[in-house]
Every structure is written in structure tokens, then in C-alpha cells.
């Protein structure tokens, strides 16, 4: 990653004048822009498929908690199977099926925690990528302005010629 003051190039008072030495700012400053693009395209890519790896997740995990549902209905197809008031017992042991759903549902919301979590990161390194692109973008531009106006032997105003 460069540097910020790498990026700030010559200060607008500094005029330059040697060929050689403009050509390879230029050539410099292309060469990080088309670096930054090439990130910005891969950083961008990369936050879209973690976008998409969130949503399948989360389907995942939608489907997983209404396998638990089901499995819970299942079990107590006439209710809860507690009794109503302050005093109702819970039920001591949960089957087989059950803690099986139980599991799952929650190895699906890890996986949708991780997927968040990793398409957070893509979406970082992506708004960095876009930054570091916009401030070459701005170096190859204030490189280019420092260009001396190339001079011609022509004849400046056309109303001059005779």
C-alpha cells in the first residue's frame, strides 16, 4: 500500500520541465491507477460473493429453524406439553429428533455469523480498494496537470496568418 504523501506527488508551485523525468511520473502514477483498478475489480468481486454467501446462509438457516419447528411440533402435537401458570415444569428431556434440530439450528446460525462476518471484512477491503483507486486516480490526474503545454512552432491565432 503506498503512503499518502507518496500519492501527494510534486506540490502545485513545482513545475517540471525535464522530459524524461515527466514521462515517468506519468508513466508511475498509470501504472498505480491501473493497480488500483485491478484491486477495486477483486475487492469488489469479492464483497459480492460474500454477499451472496450471507443469503445462502441465512436460507439456510431459515430452513434449519423451521426443521426445528417441525421436529418441536412433532413432539407435542397436543400443545407444548407444559402445564399453563407460574408452575409449569419443563419437559426433562428433549428426544433424540430434537436435539439433533437443536443442533443444526445452531450450527446454522454459526455459519450465518461466520458468513456475515467474512462478507463485512469483503465489504471493508472494498470501500479501501475504492479509496486507494480514487486517490491514484487523483495523483495520475495532478501528474497529468503538472505536464507543460506542449509548444508548437504554429502560428497561435488563426487571425494572425496572412
Given at each position: 500500500m503506498?503512503?499518502?504523501?507518496?500519492?501527494?506527488?510534486p506540490?502545485?508551485?513545482?513545475?517540471?520541465?525535464?522530459?524524461?523525468?515527466?514521462?515517468?511520473?506519468?508513466l508511475?502514477?498509470?501504472q498505480?491507477?491501473?493497480?488500483?483498478?485491478r484491486d477495486?475489480?477483486f475487492?469488489?468481486?469479492?464483497?459480492?460473493e460474500?454477499?451472496?454467501?450471507?443469503?445462502e446462509a441465512?436460507?439456510?438457516?431459515?430452513?434449519v429453524?423451521?426443521d426445528?419447528?417441525?421436529t418441536?411440533?412433532r413432539e407435542?402435537?397436543?400443545?407444548d406439553?407444559?402445564?399453563?401458570?407460574?408452575?409449569?415444569s419443563?419437559?426433562?428431556e428433549?428426544?433424540?429428533?430434537?436435539?439433533?434440530?437443536?443442533?443444526?439450528a445452531?450450527?446454522?446460525?454459526?455459519a450465518?455469523?461466520?458468513a456475515?462476518?467474512?462478507?463485512?471484512?469483503a465489504?471493508?477491503?472494498?470501500e479501501?480498494?475504492?479509496?486507494?483507486?480514487d486517490?491514484a486516480?487523483?495523483?495520475l490526474?495532478d501528474v497529468?496537470r503538472s505536464?507543460?503545454?506542449?509548444?508548437?512552432?504554429?502560428?497561435s491565432?488563426?487571425?494572425?496568418?496572412?
Amino acid at each position: 500500500m503506498n503512503s499518502l504523501s507518496a500519492l501527494a506527488g510534486p506540490g502545485p508551485d513545482h513545475s517540471v520541465t525535464d522530459d524524461h523525468l515527466v514521462a515517468q511520473m506519468v508513466l508511475d502514477a498509470a501504472q498505480r491507477f491501473a493497480e488500483a483498478t485491478r484491486d477495486a475489480g477483486f475487492a469488489s468481486w469479492a464483497a459480492q460473493e460474500t454477499a451472496l454467501a450471507v443469503k445462502e446462509a441465512d436460507a439456510a438457516a431459515h430452513d434449519v429453524h423451521n426443521d426445528l419447528l417441525e421436529t418441536r411440533i412433532r413432539e407435542h402435537p397436543d400443545g407444548d406439553g407444559h402445564e399453563m401458570g407460574f408452575m409449569a415444569s419443563p419437559d426433562p428431556e428433549y428426544s433424540e429428533a430434537m436435539s439433533a434440530a437443536t443442533t443444526a439450528a445452531e450450527e446454522s446460525k454459526l455459519a450465518y455469523g461466520r458468513a456475515e462476518a467474512t462478507a463485512k471484512l469483503a465489504e471493508v477491503s472494498a470501500e479501501r480498494t475504492a479509496w486507494e483507486l480514487d486517490q491514484a486516480q487523483s495523483h495520475l490526474l495532478d501528474v497529468a496537470r503538472s505536464v507543460p503545454a506542449a509548444t508548437t512552432d504554429e502560428v497561435s491565432d488563426p487571425g494572425d496568418a496572412v
